[in-house]
C-alpha cells in the first residue's frame, strides 16, 4: 500500500499495548486469573495474527492487526515479571527475567537479517511473516510444560518495593540495624563475630518504611535466628566439656578404688 502512511501501524501497536499493560495487569491480579494461560492466549494470537499480515487486502486490515498485534505485546509483557515470580520466587525472579531477555537477544538480533535474505531470494515477504509466526505458537505450546505454583496475589515484586525506597533510607536502616546488632552481640558475652547487616538484606526481608518495625529497637529475624544459634551452640559446647569432666573424674576415683 504505496499510499499509506506506515507510521499510523507502529503508532496503533504501541497505543494498544499500553492499554493492553494495564488493563490486563490489572486483570492478572483477580484470583480466578492463570497468569500462564492468559500469556499462552496472547502467544497464540500473536503468531497467528503475523502470519496472516501477508493477505491483508486492504491498509484498514493491517491497522486491525497491528491493534491486536499491540494487545498481545502488553499481555506478554506486563506478565513476564509476575510469572517470574511465582515460578522461581522473590529471590530468583530478577536473574530469572535476566536470563529471558538475555535469551530474546539472539533471535531479535537474528531474525531481522534472516527476513532481508528470504526476501533478496523470494522477493516477498510472505514466507519471513508465516516463519515469523510460528515461534510464539511454540513458545505457547512450549509453556504447557510449567508447573503449577502458587501464584502471588497481587501481582508485585521486591524490585517495585526497592525502587520505591530512597538509598539514604537503605543506609540508615543498615547502619542503625547493624549497630543494635553489636549492642546485643556485647549484651549476651559473643565476640569475634561482629554483627553486620547489608543493605540487600535489609531490603529483601524488612519494610523499611514501616515505622513501626522501628520501635524497641527490634532487630531482623535472621539475625535474631543468628544470635539464638550461637547461643545455643556455646551452651550445647559447654554442657559438653563439663560432662566429659564429670566422666573423667568418675573414671579416676575408680581407679583410686580399686
Known amino acids: 500500500f504505496p499510499g499509506s502512511n506506515a507510521f499510523i501501524l507502529i503508532t496503533c501497536?504501541?497505543?494498544t499495548s499500553g492499554v493492553g499493560r494495564l488493563v490486563f495487569g490489572k486483570i492478572a491480579d483477580f484470583q480466578f486469573v492463570n497468569r500462564v494461560y492468559m500469556q499462552q492466549c496472547a502467544f497464540v494470537v500473536m503468531g497467528i495474527v503475523t502470519a496472516c499480515i501477508p493477505f491483508s487486502a486492504s491498509f484498514e486490515g493491517l491497522i486491525a492487526i497491528c491493534l491486536i498485534l499491540g494487545i498481545c505485546d502488553g499481555v506478554f509483557v506486563c506478565l513476564l515479571g509476575p510469572i517470574a515470580f511465582d515460578i522461581v520466587g522473590p529471590m530468583e525472579a530478577s536473574q530469572a527475567i535476566g536470563f529471558m531477555l538475555g535469551g530474546f537477544s539472539l533471535p531479535l538480533t537474528?531474525?531481522?537479517?534472516?527476513?532481508?535474505?528470504?526476501?533478496?531470494?523470494?522477493?516477498?515477504?510472505?514466507?519471513?511473516?508465516?516463519?515469523?509466526?510460528?515461534?510464539?505458537?511454540?513458545?505457547?505450546?512450549?509453556?504447557?510444560?510449567?508447573?503449577?505454583?502458587?501464584?502471588?496475589?497481587?501481582?508485585?515484586t521486591e524490585t517495585q518495593t526497592f525502587a520505591s525506597i530512597s538509598m539514604l533510607d537503605v543506609h540508615l536502616a543498615s547502619s542503625s540495624r547493624s549497630a543494635q546488632l553489636n549492642q546485643l552481640?556485647?549484651?549476651?558475652?559473643?565476640?569475634?563475630?561482629?554483627?553486620?547487616t547489608s543493605e540487600l538484606e535489609?531490603?529483601?526481608?524488612?519494610?523499611?518504611?514501616?515505622?513501626?518495625?522501628?520501635?524497641?529497637?527490634?532487630?531482623?529475624?535472621?539475625?535474631?535466628?543468628?544470635?539464638?544459634?550461637?547461643?545455643?551452640?556455646?551452651?550445647?559446647?559447654s554442657n559438653e566439656e563439663e560432662q566429659s569432666e564429670k566422666d573423667s573424674d568418675s573414671l579416676l576415683d575408680k581407679e583410686n578404688v580399686s
Open 13 to 15: 501497536m504501541q497505543v
Open 110 to 156: 537474528v531474525g531481522p537479517p534472516i527476513a532481508g535474505l528470504l526476501y533478496d531470494k523470494l522477493h516477498s515477504y510472505e514466507v519471513a511473516f508465516v516463519a515469523a509466526g510460528v515461534p510464539p505458537i511454540l513458545g505457547a505450546i512450549v509453556m504447557c510444560f510449567i508447573p503449577r505454583v502458587k501464584q502471588s496475589y497481587p501481582a508485585v
Open 185 to 196: 552481640n556485647q549484651q549476651n558475652g559473643i565476640n569475634g563475630h561482629p554483627g553486620t
Open 202 to 237: 535489609v531490603v529483601r526481608i524488612v519494610e523499611l518504611l514501616d515505622p513501626a518495625d522501628q520501635e524497641d529497637g527490634k532487630l531482623l529475624d535472621s539475625q535474631n535466628n543468628d544470635i539464638k544459634h550461637r547461643l545455643r551452640s556455646a551452651s550445647k559446647s
